[in-house]
């Protein structure tokens, strides 16, 4: 129930101003598109993007220089970058379901960054969120799960405590947060739960202006959250 959910992540204070009919409107719209068959140069787009170069920490940008070779999903997958074989892999289906839940969420709530990641484990077999699709400026691709990274990382602490994080005003905010876009001033980050009470992902959303996250902003995004939880997030 969304609700239940609302009330699991603590967002119970605006449970009153759900409208259902307008919420489910909202993410039928969200999670509508259309199947076709893929190209290269789309599998290319769903499976690789730039990062910028981090601070010594790895917390985030330091300057907008991107590093030279692009990250790449399918090795994170332990898959052959391979543009026949991944045409009809299962895995490019789910990335191109995300790819236009995060274009229809982003254009529908108007935020100036969006992003979906994926609790899962890196190359070296760490526990990680790995951000799977997103528009927006260039991110670090990776968060890791620990209590040491997440003092510092709002979307780690998120993704470990299951509890959303509402930043109204970057510049005042006094809670687990690092500045890398300057021109981001609120965000808004809350946890994917699957249907076993699991916290599989997170959704992450940025905006240039000051207490841009309306509670109803609030429920919308939070609504596709939940119903990502519900299909687990297409894995």
Same mark, same amino acid.
């Given at each position: 129930?969304?609700?239940?959910?609302?009330?699991?992540?603590?967002?119970?204070?605006?449970?009153?101003?759900?409208?259902?009919?307008?919420?489910?409107?909202?993410?039928?719209?969200?999670?509508?598109?259309?199947?076709?068959?893929?190209?290269?140069?789309?599998?290319?787009?769903?499976?690789?993007?730039?990062?910028?170069?981090? &601070?010594?920490?790895?917390?985030?940008?330091?300057?907008?220089?991107?590093?030279?070779?692009?990250?790449?999903?399918?090795?994170?997958?332990?898959?052959?970058?391979?543009?026949?074989?991944?045409?009809?892999?299962?895995?490019?289906?789910?990335?191109?379901?995300?790819?236009?839940?995060?274009?229809?969420?982003?254009?529908?709530?108007?935020?100036?960054?969006?992003?979906?990641?994926?609790?899962?484990?890196?190359?070296?077999?760490?526990?990680?969120?790995?951000?799977?699709?997103?528009?927006?400026?260039?991110?670090?691709?990776?968060?890791?799960?620990?209590?040491?990274?997440?003092?510092?990382?709002?979307?780690?602490?998120?993704?470990?405590?299951?509890?959303?994080?509402?930043?109204?005003?970057?510049?005042?905010?006094?809670?687990?947060?690092?500045?890398?876009?300057?021109?981001?001033?609120?965000?808004?980050?809350?946890?994917?739960?699957?249907?076993?009470?699991?916290?599989?992902?997170?959704?992450?959303?940025?905006?240039?202006?000051?207490?841009?996250? &309306?509670?109803?902003?609030?429920?919308?995004?939070?609504?596709?959250?939940?119903?990502?939880?519900?299909?687990?997030?297409?894995?």
């Amino acid at each position: 129930m969304f609700r239940t959910y609302l009330t699991a992540i603590g967002l119970e204070k605006i449970i009153s101003e759900i409208d259902k009919t307008k919420l489910n409107n909202f993410v039928k719209k969200a999670f509508s598109q259309i199947h076709k068959e893929f190209t290269c140069e789309e599998i290319m787009e769903l499976y690789t993007y730039f990062i910028p170069k981090l &601070t010594p920490d790895g917390s985030c940008s330091i300057t907008e220089e991107l590093q030279g070779l692009p990250y790449n999903l399918a090795e994170t997958f332990g898959l052959s970058y391979d543009c026949k074989t991944l045409q009809t892999h299962s895995q490019t289906v789910r990335l191109w379901h995300l790819k236009n839940i995060v274009r229809n969420l982003y254009k529908q709530t108007q935020v100036d960054w969006l992003g979906i990641y994926r609790k899962t484990k890196n190359k070296k077999g760490q526990e990680i969120l790995l951000k799977e699709s997103y528009i927006g400026s260039p991110s670090r691709p990776e968060f890791p799960l620990t209590k040491n990274f997440a003092r510092h990382s709002n979307n780690s602490t998120v993704g470990l405590t299951g509890k959303a994080i509402i930043v109204e005003n970057v510049t005042t905010y006094a809670g687990p947060y690092y500045k890398c876009d300057g021109k981001v001033r609120s965000e808004f980050c809350l946890p994917i739960i699957n249907t076993d009470n699991q916290i599989i992902g997170i959704i992450d959303a940025e905006s240039f202006k000051e207490n841009y996250f &309306t509670n109803k902003l609030l429920l919308q995004i939070a609504k596709v959250a939940f119903e990502l939880g519900k299909i687990n997030l297409g894995v």
